[in-house]
């Protein structure tokens, strides 16, 4: 209601509540905002207080409050103003429960990292440290060695590697220096699109070089790529499918013919593996997904892999291959535009460390890779049997877990599932419940059930887990 057609009864009646509300600083004083101000800081509670005292004001104005409802909301402000510091003051990041059974999901931020990486990042940022300073000669030093000591310690002498931002800034910044101005081979069957906005054909023209696409969809043969090689022709570029796979009447040259094709023509050939796993897949079931090693032992010059999928780390982008490729790469003023923190470094240094130890076990992602069906199955069984029957109907059966991440899109692992219903809620408004839980909780929705998949679940969590799901029927 505009001011003017207000009745100057109702005038009067608002200006005597307006009368009637404490002032920031009385508010401030009391003793249940004075044992705020102790937690959140002064600055905080009285912008907090400032707003809900602004909110009554209009809730007045507006001639939504009377008396009674004033009173009310004064002698409940301290809730208030502490709801409205929850709301304001709390990082927006928090962690969620992953009970989706994918274990490498760019949604949920991909690889967990391993408590020695976290250990020996909080130690490397939390004081100074010899990143760039080299200690036997006093001078200045390069942050590479810390961790290209550790590449060639698992992929070998021959092998260097150097580290950036991500993978889509790696196939970037390889792409750029070797084949900048000129053209890169590409299979029509590799012009991938990754997770929304990774797209080959957008990279490659953001790096200078132009997209030569060969074969078709479905069908590419080595005599396709023999036929596009040519005077401009710079690099041979295979890309690992990483979400899709061509089934039906397809072909492809092997990985071998492409490497002995290119270094007779005396060109590089470059492999984008995306997920890039440094230890064999095959001991958790999966077979016929190339690893970093292979691709490097047939031949191919440059590897680009992520550092927080199937490795297992932080955010990076890795860039494995021939030294004399890798010092040009390094020598690009991009590199300097897309290389990464010490935080990076050092989280990244102590899961290679793992590595070197064969220590599988100490990296979150690979751990829960491994976990037995068993083991889960156990777990499972332990959460169906808590939740109370009625309002709940639990039970555990057979499925899958995924890899995600790009790795081994056909690839499952089998699992066990705790599926249940509640009581007069839909399952979507479970899911839903679930992921307004503290923690969040973030599950699968099929035919009708909620599936939990413990696979992706830390055992630490379990307790956690039961909680929120026993607060989802009330
Ligand atoms: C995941 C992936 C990328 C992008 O890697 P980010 O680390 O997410 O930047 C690029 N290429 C392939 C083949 C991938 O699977």
Do not use: W
Not at 325 to 352: C, Q
């Amino acid at each position: 209601m505009p001011k003017s057609m207000k009745s100057p009864k109702a005038e009067t009646r608002q200006s005597q509540l307006l009368k009637e509300l404490p002032s920031v600083d009385e508010v401030l004083r009391e003793s249940a905002v004075a044992a705020l101000i102790e937690r959140e800081g002064r600055p905080a509670v009285t912008q907090a207080v400032r707003v809900a005292l602004q909110n009554l004001r209009d809730g007045i104005a507006a001639g939504s409050m009377d008396a009674a409802q004033m009173k009310l909301a004064i002698s409940t402000l301290p809730e208030i103003v502490q709801r409205h510091i929850a709301r304001v003051v709390r990082s927006s990041l928090r962690t969620v429960i992953n009970a989706s059974g994918v274990i490498l999901h760019t949604n949920l931020g991909r690889a967990p990292l391993s408590r020695a990486a976290l250990d020996h990042a909080r130690q490397i940022a939390e004081c100074y440290s010899n990143l760039e300073f080299d200690l036997d000669s006093g001078e200045r030093g390069k942050r590479d060695v810390h961790v290209q000591r550790l590449f060639a310690r698992i992929l070998g002498d021959e092998v260097s590697t150097v580290v950036v931002n991500n993978n889509a800034a790696a196939v970037l910044l390889t792409l750029n220096t070797l084949a900048e101005g000129g053209e890169v081979i590409v299979s029509r069957g590799e012009l991938v699109e990754i997770g929304g906005s990774f797209r080959i054909p957008d990279v490659m023209s953001k790096s200078g070089a132009t997209l030569r696409e060969v074969g078709t969809t479905n069908r590419t043969r080595l005599a396709d790529y023999e036929r596009a090689i040519g005077e401009r022709t710079r690099l041979l570029l295979r890309v690992h499918r990483s979400n899709f796979q061509i089934v039906g009447f397809t072909e492809q040259p092997s990985l071998e013919e492409l490497v002995s094709l290119a270094h007779r023509r005396g060109l590089p050939i470059m492999e984008d593996l995306g997920s890039g796993a440094l230890f064999d897949l095959r001991t958790v079931g999966i077979s016929g997904e190339p690893g970093v090693s292979d691709s490097l032992a047939a031949g191919v010059d440059v590897v680009t892999y992520s550092g927080d999928k199937l490795l297992g780390g932080p955010q990076s982008g890795i860039i494995s291959g021939r030294p004399e490729f890798i010092a040009r790469i390094r020598s690009n003023p991009m590199f300097r535009a897309l290389r990464v923190d010490k935080l990076i470094y050092a989280a990244l240094e102590a899961t290679l460390l793992a590595y070197v130890r064969q220590d599988y076990q100490q990296i979150p992602a690979l751990a829960m890779m491994h976990a037995s069906v068993e083991e889960i199955g156990r777990r499972a069984e332990a959460v169906a049997r808590s939740l109370p029957q009625p309002p709940f109907a639990a039970e555990v059966i057979e499925g899958e877990s995924l890899i995600g991440g790009g790795a081994a899109p056909a690839a499952a692992l089998p699992t066990r599932l705790v599926a249940f219903t509640c009581r007069g809620l839909s399952a979507d408004e479970v899911a839903r419940r679930l992921r307004h839980a503290d923690p969040p909780v973030v599950a699968r929705v099929e035919e009708g059930r909620v599936l939990l998949d413990l696979r992706t679940v830390f055992p630490s969590q379990d307790d956690a887990l039961l909680g929120v799901l026993s607060g989802v029927a009330t």
